[in-house]
T-cell receptor
Framework: AQSVTQPDIHITVSEGASLELRCNYSYGATPYLFWYVQSPGQGLQLLLKYFSGDTLVQGIKGFEAEFKRSQSSFNLRKPSVHWSDAAEYFCAVGAITGGGNKLTFGTGTQLKVEL | GAVVSQHPSWVICKSGTSVKIECRSLDFQATTMFWYRQFPKQSLMLMATSNEGSKATYEQGVEKDKFLINHASLTLSTLTVTSAHPEDSSFYIC??????????????FGDGTRLSIL
C-alpha cells in the first residue's frame, strides 16, 4: 500500500524568503504525485501534479516540485513566499484501485508567513 | 475549469436528525466522487468512493448504514449522515474526478461542509 510522509508539521518563513516543503512517498510502482493547498475552513486546491516525464513540474501560484525517484521524494518549492501563501499543504500519492483513482494524503505541513 | 460545489458549507442540527450534504461537479462529468472526513488539524481520511450508478465502496471502519452515499448522476453525489450524534461532528469534504480519461486523474475538491451536532 502507498504512504506519504511530510516530516514537517509546522514551518515558518519570512515573506520574500524561499520555501521548501518536504514530501516522501512509498509506492511499489511509478507514483502519481500531487500537492494540494488548503486554506482554513475550505477545501483543497490542486497546486501541481506529476505523472511522468520532466521531473521538475510547475504549478500555480509560482510553486514547483521536483520528483526524485532515488530519494522517493517530491518536495514543493517556491522562490519567494507571499503572505497569502500561509495555509496547510498536503502531499498525496495516487493509485488506481478497483473503485477508481485513490489518493493517500500526508499529514500536512502548516505554513506560517511572517511579515 | 474543474469546479466542485459542495452544499451546505455549514450546518448545525440536533442529535438524532439526518443531514444531507451535496457535492456537484459544475463543469465536468465526475465518474468518481470521494467523500473525506477531516478532524481539526489533521489530514483527510477517505470515507468512501462512489462511481456513478454503482454502490459506494466504503473504507474499513466506516459504517455504511450511518453514512449513506448516493451517486445517481455524473454531476451529483450526496452524503447523508443518518441519526447524527455529536461524535459525527466534523469537516466533510467531497472530491470528484473523471476516471474515463485514464490513468490517475487529479481529484477536484469542494469547499467542505462543517457539521456540528448538538
Amino acid at each position: 500500500a502507498q504512504s506519504v510522509t511530510q516530516p514537517d508539521i509546522h514551518i515558518t518563513v519570512s515573506e520574500g524568503a524561499s520555501l521548501e516543503l518536504r514530501c516522501n512517498y512509498s509506492y511499489g510502482a511509478t507514483p502519481y504525485l500531487f500537492w494540494y493547498v488548503q486554506s482554513p475552513g475550505q477545501g483543497l486546491q490542486l497546486l501541481l501534479k506529476y505523472f511522468s516525464g520532466d521531473t521538475l513540474v510547475q504549478g500555480i501560484k509560482g510553486f514547483e516540485a521536483e520528483f526524485k525517484r532515488s530519494q522517493s521524494s517530491f518536495n514543493l518549492r517556491k522562490p519567494s513566499v507571499h503572505w497569502s501563501d500561509a495555509a496547510e499543504y498536503f502531499c498525496a500519492v495516487g493509485a488506481i484501485t478497483g473503485g477508481g483513482n485513490k489518493l493517500t494524503f500526508g499529514t500536512g505541513t502548516q505554513l506560517k508567513v511572517e511579515l | 475549469g474543474a469546479v466542485v460545489s459542495q452544499h451546505p458549507s455549514w450546518v448545525i442540527c440536533k442529535s438524532g436528525t439526518s443531514v444531507k450534504i451535496e457535492c456537484r461537479s459544475l463543469d465536468f462529468q465526475a465518474t468518481t466522487m470521494f467523500w473525506y472526513r477531516q478532524f481539526p488539524k489533521q489530514s483527510l481520511m477517505l470515507m468512501a468512493t462512489s462511481n456513478e450508478g454503482s454502490k459506494a465502496t466504503y473504507e474499513q471502519g466506516v459504517e455504511k448504514d450511518k453514512f449513506l452515499i448516493n451517486h445517481a448522476s455524473l454531476t451529483l453525489s450526496t452524503l447523508t449522515v443518518t441519526s447524527a450524534h455529536p461524535e459525527d461532528s466534523s469537516f466533510y469534504i467531497c472530491s470528484a474526478s473523471d476516471s474515463r480519461v485514464g490513468g490517475v486523474q487529479p481529484q477536484h475538491f469542494g469547499d467542505g461542509t462543517r457539521l456540528s451536532i448538538l
